[in-house]
């Protein structure tokens, strides 16, 4: 329930289903996985809207591994939840699992694990609700994500510190000879 400490994971969690066509698989008849990539990230932003009430972005996804194979005609079962949430980032976990509509067979395809960043009507991060894990399990997958979350983090600052300096040539006569270390920072959405 909404009140002023936050929402619960429940109230944002999004269920949809897609059926996967022939333009949406290889010659085998096996699903691509950029269009199950697009259904995760767009079922993703769907829960992180509901939670935030604002538009979001998607600011990074952890690995994709298939588990079983997604095949022309299966249904496909997305579902998606809040996993935790920062100052304006958010971590969404997404399941999704293949279901044969003729025989009801179920197989869980693959997880995933989206940040998507809350943005105000400028496009810039804004504070987004906190969380309020009711459950045990939403309390389990809460304590998992803050482990992710930290992680990200270190191997962010990780990545940061091996890129190697921007060589931008000889400067134009009377201009700063000074080169700088630190590396591009690029736009981030960042909540530290």
């Known amino acids: 329930m909404t009140n002023e400490k936050g929402k619960t994971p429940s109230e944002s969690a999004v269920e949809t289903r897609y059926l996967v066509m022939p333009e949406q698989a290889n010659p085998r008849g096996t699903a691509f996985g950029g269009a199950i990539m ?14 935030c009430g604002t538009e979001v972005v998607t600011a990074g996804i952890d690995s994709l591994i298939f588990k079983a194979p997604i095949r022309i005609g299966d249904q496909v079962v997305l579902q998606a939840a809040v996993n935790y949430v920062s100052r304006s980032s958010m971590e969404v976990g997404v399941r999704v699992t293949r279901e044969n509509p003729c025989t009801g067979e179920r197989a869980v395809a693959t997880t995933a694990h989206l940040t998507m960043v809350a943005l105000d009507e400028q496009k810039k991060p804004t504070p987004a609700p906190p969380l309020q894990p009711e459950t045990d399990d939403e309390k389990r997958r809460y304590e998992n994500a803050k482990q992710r979350v930290r992680l990200r983090k270190e191997r962010l600052v990780a990545a940061q ?14 201009r700063c000879t000074t080169k700088t270390s630190k590396p591009y920072q690029g736009d981030r959405y960042d909540d530290s």
Do not use: F, K, Q, S
């Open 161 to 174: 510190n091996t890129l190697p300096p921007v060589d931008r040539g000889p400067l134009p006569p009377g």
């Open 38 to 51: 697009g259904w995760i990230d767009m079922v993703a932003a769907m829960a992180a809207e509901r939670h």
